[in-house]
């Protein structure tokens, strides 16, 4: 469905109706984000064009509604390899990710390290520490990539 002003300036209306449905694909993306969910599907819960919702998110949170939907998944895989009772494996599929490569490449690129890593070091880092800080101190980099040398654990 082609968005009401679609080859013409949005006026103030338009553009806060817009922020209201891009907020409400934001919190469904947080909600569901272990759910099978892609641009056009979003879009459609949204009465937006794919096109336009991904513009759209990408101007008002800085980064694609993909891209987002993935940095949600790595935040709640951090917290299941923290626990360390799942596999690397099993938390990529709980956490919604279909491909264990996928999942590896974009967590690595998030955190700075692999999955795998992360869970070696994360059980001893995270040892003893409230849940609560430990999601603040190993919250992954949104927007651009963590160095491989420096993880994000320290």
Not at 16 to 25: F, G, H, Q, S
Not at 64 to 91: C, F, H, K, N, Q
Not at 117 to 132: E, I, L
Request: proline share 6%; charged share 25%.
């Amino acid at each position: 469905m082609c968005h009401p002003a679609w080859g013409r300036a949005l006026t103030a209306a338009e553009r806060l109706n817009d922020l209201a449905r891009l907020r409400r694909v934001r919190d469904r993306i947080d909600r569901e984000y272990a759910q099978p969910l892609n641009v056009e599907a979003l879009a459609c819960g949204a009465h937006m064009s794919a096109g336009h919702l991904s513009r759209q998110f990408r101007l008002a949170y800085g980064e694609s509604p993909y891209a987002y939907l993935m940095t949600r998944r790595i935040e709640r895989a951090m917290a299941l390899l923290r626990r360390g009772d799942l596999s690397v494996t099993e938390v990529c599929f709980a956490v919604g990710c279909s491909s264990l490569g996928t999942f590896s490449t974009r967590f690595t690129e998030l955190v700075g390290m692999p999955p795998s890593a992360y869970q070696r070091r994360a059980a001893g880092v995270a040892a003893g520490m409230p849940s609560c800080v430990a999601k603040q101190v190993t919250r992954p980099v949104r927007n651009r990539e963590a160095p491989v040398t420096e993880p994000q654990l320290a």
